[in-house]
């Protein structure tokens, strides 16, 4: 498993497994938006790349709502 957190494949402690940016701005700064995929329930949600090693599903595991991707 990569360490880069911005790679996609990588998945967190939580489940939360990366799928890739198409490039879009996020809306912290200077982040891209990537597309998380959790493996526990299948929801896809959006989160910038700085958030990806903490991120936890918005449906699932009560994480934050995610962000346009």
Known sequence: MSKN???PSYVNRNRQKNLGTRGVSGNDHLQKAYELEC?????????NGSDIFQRKCPRCQGGAPGIPY
């Open 5 to 7: 957190t911005t790679a």
């Open 39 to 47: 493996l526990k329930c299948g929801h896809h949600y959006g989160a």
